[in-house]
């Protein structure tokens, strides 16, 4: 037996002790940075999942389905009517926004298993999404319309969240959990049909798979992650806006994916951190924030048309992920 055939997956355990040791390192980041630093830092935690999940069905699906707007509004909303109107604790408004977001996940998964694909489905969602964000902008008596929902003080097992320190603590446990899980899924028998689905629909159905069942699961699974992240947007900003969900957003998530890498975990995060902290730098000069955002998803589609995953796999075999990277 050679060494290759005793150890298909060389570098997996170096990089497992990668993924572990990021999340350990940055609990050193409340301790060397500004409060506004450390916003930025919530911010990223937050838009990690939001890429991720969206990246579940645009990447690893192959799906042109842009509802992510819709998942993160309906988790935002879900969590911040339960604290502020029934006084739900933070952990089961959290998990409250995952429920609501699959079940949205799976409201648009139906489009998809009637047989609507490309540039029509991506028509579909995006109404989908702006149909609820007029919702939001209506509903005055519960949502406050475009005044915004005021969203009490989170508390977390007993730990009041009421600054940037508590919070990025709390998102940190929650990013880490729903990245692991997101991993593990992908991995998995559900996981390689997922992807088998993007590769060639028909061949997989021909092998018996069920692929109206995986479909759904993705769009369910992508709804509960962004609908996680929705939950955490409440607790970052404080108050939860209609504007927020709109189709800007829909082009930030977007172009995280993009930029990241799609069908890419690792690239999730870098898409994330990319095109959420960056940009800040940049705010400092006016008109520039727009213009980075703009040049570095055309830099990357030019040269690194798998996004910036595919170049640390390059620098590391180690990061060339099994089921997401070709």
């Given amino acids: 037996m050679t060494e290759s055939t005793a150890n298909p997956r060389p570098g997996v355990a170096r990089f497992r002790c990668v993924y572990y040791l990021a999340p350990v390192l940055a609990l050193a980041i409340p301790f060397i940075v500004n409060e506004y630093l450390q916003f930025m830092a919530n911010a ?16 690893n699906l192959g799906q042109l389905a842009f509802a992510n707007t819709a998942f993160f509004g309906i988790g935002a909303y879900t969590s911040a009517i339960l604290m502020t109107y029934l006084g739900f604790p933070y952990v089961l408004a959290v998990v409250a926004a995952a429920v609501t977001g699959g079940i949205a996940g799976f409201l648009a998964s139906v489009t998809a298993l009637r047989g ?11 109404a989908f999404g702006e149909l609820l964000r007029w919702v939001y902008l209506h509903g005055d008596k519960i949502t406050r319309g475009s005044d915004g929902l005021l969203v009490p003080q989170p508390y977390f097992f007993g730990i009041a969240m009421d600054s940037e320190t508590p919070k990025f603590y709390v998102f940190l446990l929650i990013t880490v959990l729903v990245v692991k899980a997101t991993s593990n899924l992908m991995r998995s028998r559900v996981g390689r049909a997922i992807v088998a689905i993007r590769e060639n629909e028909a061949a997989t159905a ?5 692929t109206a069942r995986y479909i759904v699961l993705a769009f369910v699974w992508s709804g509960a992650v962004v609908g996680i992240a929705g939950a955490m947007f409440a607790a970052l900003t404080g108050r939860v806006f209609p504007e927020s969900f709109g189709l800007t957003e829909v082009i930030v998530h977007f172009g995280m994916v993009l930029v990241g890498g799609t069908s ?7 898409g994330a951190v ?10 400092q000069f006016p008109g520039m924030s727009e213009l980075f955002f703009g040049i570095v998803i ?13 170049l640390l796999a390059r620098i590391s075999p180690r990061f060339n992920e099994r089921y997401y990277l070709d």
């Fill in 264 to 270: 890419s975990i690792v690239g999730s995060v870098i």
């Fill in 206 to 210: 021909s092998l018996g798979i069920h």
């Fill in 44 to 59: 990223v935690l937050v838009y990690i999942l939001v890429t991720l999940g969206f990246n579940i069905v645009i990447g």
């Fill in 298 to 310: 055309i830099l990357v589609l030019l040269f690194l048309p798998k996004g910036l995953a595919s």
């Fill in 116 to 126: 609507i694909r490309l540039y029509y489905l991506a028509i579909i969602t995006l």
């Fill in 274 to 283: 990319t095109l959420t902290a960056l940009p800040e730098y940049f705010r």
